[in-house]
């Protein structure tokens, strides 16, 4: 269940807590077969990721900005509400081609954007948008920049924290072939 602090916040920032949001969730779509999520398995829809790493032409570059469900992330004690607007002053100041929200996403943390919102798996939405542009992606924390593969893609993780757990999150990016900006 969830704890006092966090059916706190949720009350005072009004956004739903953890369990509310597990409870709103028909099906959750992953690429990892047999790996704990959010939901429980009966709720996950495995999705076979597409070949998105063959070869392909490569002409230019296409920008994306990944959003987040960001409410749920300042709920879950993973991000607070100074790190989502050292992104939104990040955004501002680095204009990208496309601002690819998450399903859950509210709204973008910046207007007047070109927004899209994804309809399928992010992963093979970029490239649908890229065509043959070289993506490049620029974002907090999110599996999208450990599936795409940095053969494919140029990706940097935009850093907002500090402490082991960013420390971790940091080490994981680059790992995946993240180049790592402290926001």
């Known amino acids: 269940g969830a704890t006092p602090g966090e059916r706190r916040l949720a009350m005072w920032l009004r956004v739903p807590t953890t369990d509310q949001l597990r409870d709103r969730i ?24 597409l070949d998105i790493a063959a070869a392909r032409p490569q002409h230019g570059q296409t ?27 990040w955004l501002r100041e680095n204009p990208v081609d496309y601002y690819l929200a998450h399903p859950r996403e509210v709204a973008p943390i910046v207007p007047d954007v070109r927004m899209e919102r994804s309809q399928g798996l992010a992963e093979e939405q970029i490239f649908a948008l890229a065509g043959n542009a070289r993506p490049k992606l620029f974002a907090w924390f999110t599996s999208v920049l450990l599936n795409v593969p940095a053969e494919q893609a140029d990706k940097m993780y935009l850093s907002v924290g500090n402490g082991p757990a960013e420390e971790e999150r940091i080490r994981l990016m680059q790992r995946a072939g993240c180049s790592v900006h402290h926001v």
């Open 26 to 49: 028909e099906s959750h779509a992953t690429i990892y077969a047999g790996l704990d999520n959010i939901v429980e398995p009966a709720r996950i829809r495995h999705v076979p990721l």
């Open 63 to 89: 920008t994306f900005f990944l959003g987040q469900p960001y409410e749920e992330a300042i709920a879950a004690d993973t991000l607070d509400a100074k790190g989502v607007g050292m992104l939104r002053a």
